[in-house]
């Protein structure tokens, strides 16, 4: 499983940005797809999940602000962060997890900055 991560960028608090990750490979092995994120001196962790099936969680932190979707057909999952806090600035990483072997793959990370 290949993942391609895109949609980072600089954004003023308030703002929106949208991430986007397309899926490749072995998909059809993929269950769970999603985000984490690491911001500078912090461990990674999860902002928001899906099930292939549908169910999605997030953190506390997102709710409210951040959505997750998922485009089964085209693989990819999407990201929608609204009313942006300087906060959310991280690298963000999307994840596959396989359902036979939970193995977890990770795309290559986009930056999100969020100034104030």
């Known amino acids: 499983v290949q993942l391609q991560a895109s949609g980072g960028g600089l954004v003023q608090a308030g703002g929106s940005l949208r991430l986007s990750c397309v899926a490749s490979g072995s998909i059809f092995e993929i269950n769970d797809m999603g985000w984490y994120r690491q911001a500078p001196g912090k461990e990674r962790e999860l902002v928001a999940a899906s099930t292939s099936g549908g169910s999605t969680n997030a953190a506390d932190s997102v709710k409210g602000r951040f959505t997750l979707s998922r485009d089964n057909a085209k693989n990819t999952v999407y990201l929608q962060m609204n009313s942006l806090k300087p906060e959310d600035t991280a690298v963000y990483y999307c994840?596959?997890?396989?359902?036979?072997?939970?193995?977890?793959?990770w795309g290559q990370g986009t930056q999100v900055t969020v100034s104030s």
């Open positions: 994840f596959a997890q396989t359902s036979t072997t939970m193995t977890i793959y």
